[in-house]
């Protein structure tokens, strides 16, 4: 026999037995990750943050904010523009019912 095994095993360092801090700190990071949303986490707020400095975001933050324009027009112009949204998305925005609400940036 004799033979050596050509392991390719890598050393495994054990996490830290006292606390597992360092296995718990990574899970927690994750999910922590999951529930980031830079920018908002539908779709009006992808449109707007991707606005960010043009004149045109203030105009769509002003329709948002006025009742006086309608969320499916709202969302005609924008996706007439390049920007698809649907009526559903703007009304779950203006309505703080998105996930923007839950999750403020
Ligand atoms: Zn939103």
């Keep these: ?4 095994p050509d392991s390719g095993f890598v050393e495994v360092s054990a996490p830290p ?3 597992g801090g360092f296995l718990e700190d990574d899970f ?3 999910v922590k990750a999951t ?3 830079p920018g908002g986490t539908c779709g009006m707020a992808r449109i707007l943050a991707s606005l ?3 004149p045109l975001r203030w105009k769509v933050q002003q329709a948002l904010d006025d009742p006086g324009y309608t969320g499916i027009g709202i969302a005609t112009v924008l996706t007439n523009r390049g ?3 649907s009526d559903y998305t703007v009304q779950r925005h203006r309505n703080n019912k998105c ?3 839950r999750w403020p940036t």
Aim: charged fraction near 25%.
């Design 1 to 4: 026999m004799g033979v050596t």
């Design 35 to 37: 529930a980031k949303h």
């Design 17 to 19: 037995a006292e606390d």
């Design 28 to 30: 927690l990071a994750d």
């Design 99 to 101: 996930g923007c609400a």
């Design 83 to 85: 920007y698809p949204v």
């Design 52 to 54: 960010e400095g043009d």
